[in-house]
């Protein structure tokens, strides 16, 4: 109980510092347009109208990422497709999802797994700190078993031993923080899907592979 305390604390923490910025200049526009002479009126729409749908495209990226969902049923992969473009939309990273890496590719996804993606995404994103592409790829082998790969490309990547020791299972839950949370209940989510996971990183690329067995 404790440990899950902690970490509502901490992705809370992540989530308000995330969404201060698009929600802040929606204020700031409004206040604009407040003032009394103030001659900059279709400057201050555009900015209120482009903060607004920054930051309901990240509460509803963030309702799937974190959200409780059932513990059975099928994802719409167009649907979760369209929700992390938008949610990079206003960034310094390209999202490569294809069309044809969705429903249209006859593979169906848990709405866990879906969940575990856009995971994914966010502790991807973060490695990305001067911006890059994340290109994803859904398959199924002849096993019918999910294959989901990222990959991960930009100046500067940062991915440290942290992350690492997270995903090794190196560390507790006393010693999250901010910073560590995301990859830990990322790699909680990996664990509740029984899915293996691996990943490489080469100078400027990071490649990140997720399979789920079937049965």
Same mark, same amino acid.
């Given at each position: 109980?404790?440990?899950?305390?902690?970490?509502?604390?901490?992705?809370?923490?992540?989530?308000?510092?995330?969404?201060?910025?698009?929600?802040?200049?929606?204020?700031?526009?409004?206040?604009?347009?407040?003032?009394? @002479?103030?001659?900059?009126?279709?400057?201050?729409?555009? !900015? $209120?109208?482009?903060?607004?749908?920054? +930051?309901? =495209?990240? #509460?509803?990226?963030?309702?799937?990422?974190?959200?409780?969902?059932?513990?059975?049923?099928?994802?719409?992969?167009?649907?979760?497709?369209?929700?992390?473009?938008?949610?990079?939309?206003?960034?310094?990273?390209?999202?490569?999802?294809?069309?044809?890496?969705?429903?249209?590719? @006859?593979?169906?996804?848990?709405?866990?797994?879906?969940? !575990? $993606?856009?995971?994914?995404?966010?502790? +991807?994103? =973060?490695? #990305?700190?001067?911006?890059?592409?994340?290109?994803?790829?859904?398959?199924?082998?002849?096993?019918?078993?999910?294959?989901?790969?990222?990959?991960?490309?930009?100046?500067?990547?940062?991915?440290?031993?942290?992350?690492?020791?997270?995903?090794?299972?190196?560390?507790?839950?006393?010693?999250?923080?901010?910073?560590?949370?995301?990859?830990? !209940?990322?790699?909680?989510?990996?664990?509740?899907?029984? =899915?293996?996971?691996?990943?490489?990183?080469?100078?400027?690329?990071?490649?990140?592979?997720?399979?789920?067995?079937?049965?």
């Amino acid at each position: 109980m404790q440990e899950e305390l902690l970490m509502a604390e901490l992705l809370c923490t992540r989530l308000c510092h995330d969404l201060t910025g698009p929600i802040g200049a929606v204020n700031n526009g409004a206040e604009f347009l407040s003032e009394e @002479g103030f001659n900059l009126q279709g400057q201050a729409i555009e !900015l $209120i109208t482009s903060s607004a749908f920054s +930051a309901v =495209a990240r #509460l509803q990226y963030y309702r799937m990422a974190y959200g409780k969902v059932r513990d059975h049923g099928e994802a719409s992969l167009a649907d979760k497709q369209k929700l992390a473009a938008d949610f990079f939309a206003d960034t310094k990273i390209t999202l490569d999802w294809p069309d044809n890496h969705t429903d249209a590719v @006859g593979v169906s996804i848990s709405l866990k797994m879906s969940r !575990l $993606i856009f995971n994914l995404l966010i502790v +991807a994103a =973060a490695t #990305l700190i001067r911006g890059g592409s994340i290109a994803v790829r859904i398959m199924q082998d002849e096993k019918e078993s999910k294959i989901v790969t990222f990959k991960v490309q930009g100046t500067n990547l940062k991915w440290d031993d942290e992350i690492d020791s997270v995903f090794a299972g190196k560390v507790t839950p006393a010693q999250l923080t901010p910073k560590n949370v995301q990859t830990y !209940l990322t790699k909680r989510f990996i664990e509740d899907l029984n =899915a293996s996971f691996t990943h490489k990183v080469d100078g400027e690329t990071l490649e990140m592979k997720v399979v789920q067995t079937n049965g």
